[in-house]
T-cell receptor
Framework: DAKTTQPPSMDCAEGRAANLPCNHSTISGNEYVYWYRQIHSQGPQYIIH???NNETNEMASLIITEDRKSSTLILPHATLRDTAVYYCIVRVASGYGQNFVFGPGTRLSVLP | GAVVSQHPSRVICKSGTSVKIECRSL??????MFWYRQFPKQSLMLMAT?????????EQGVEKDKFLINHASLTLSTLTVTSAHPEDSSFYIC????????????FGEGSRLTVL
């Protein structure tokens, strides 16, 4: 699976949009981009995933560049409860037996 | 979304004893489950892949005789830490994949093991 690079930490003001970048310059054509987050002492929570097109759900938006070498997770109105470590993972789609490889992620602190 | 449940959420045991952690898929069947371990201030590290009805696949450096995995049904996988030592104290997390080829992975709440 392709390696990802994320900033180790970011701050965001409460109520503002949080934009978390991820570089995956070696991504292959059949690899999806997944985002998870982990709040302290809890299991990771699925946020969103995509292949080529931008995606949006009730939690966030995922913007993938046209060359697919980078993406941005957008939390439109960050709250204090969004403080967590955010993981960007790229992974081939096929095979139920393939796991997700977690990097160090980005520690997002939402400030009041 | 799909729910994966772990039990117990916290366990404290004495050195040398064995501890069993259960991972259940509550509203779907999971032929494959994954067990991760997370030390403080570190990311998740895959320990093993649990396959229903067959032997688990362990990652390099993970002792299969120490971390026993049983996946006897499509909704339950167990991880037993045998002869636990203080260095086994960690946050253990299971997960299962849902959906089709691009299906996301859902995680349990995690089990924090403290070995005294």
């Amino acid at each position: 699976d392709a390696k990802t690079t994320q900033p180790p930490s970011m701050d965001c003001a409460e109520g503002r949009a949080a934009n978390l970048p991820c570089n995956h310059s070696t991504i292959s054509g059949n690899e999806y981009v997944y985002w998870y987050r982990q709040i302290h002492s809890q299991g990771p929570q699925y946020i969103i995933h995509g292949l080529k097109n931008n995606e949006t759900n009730e939690m966030a938006s995922l913007i993938i560049t046209e060359d697919r070498k980078s993406s941005t997770l957008i939390l439109p109105h960050a709250t204090l409860r969004d403080t967590a470590v955010y993981y960007c993972i790229v992974r081939v789609a096929s095979g139920y037996g393939q796991n997700f490889v977690f990097g160090p992620g980005t520690r997002l602190s939402v400030l009041p | 979304g799909a729910v994966v449940s772990q039990h117990p959420s916290r366990v404290i045991c004495k050195s040398g004893t064995s501890v069993k952690i259960e991972c259940r898929s509550l509203d779907f069947q999971a032929t494959t489950m994954f067990w991760y371990r997370q030390f403080p201030k570190q990311s998740l590290m895959l320990m093993a892949t649990s396959n229903e009805g067959s032997k688990a696949t362990y990652e390099q450096g993970v002792e299969k005789d120490k971390f026993l995995i049983n996946h006897a049904s499509l909704t339950l996988s167990t991880l037993t830490v045998t002869s636990a030592h203080p260095e086994d104290s960690s946050f253990y997390i299971c997960s299962a994949r849902v959906g089709g080829a691009a299906g996301e992975l859902f995680f349990g709440e995690g089990s924090r093991l403290t070995v005294l």
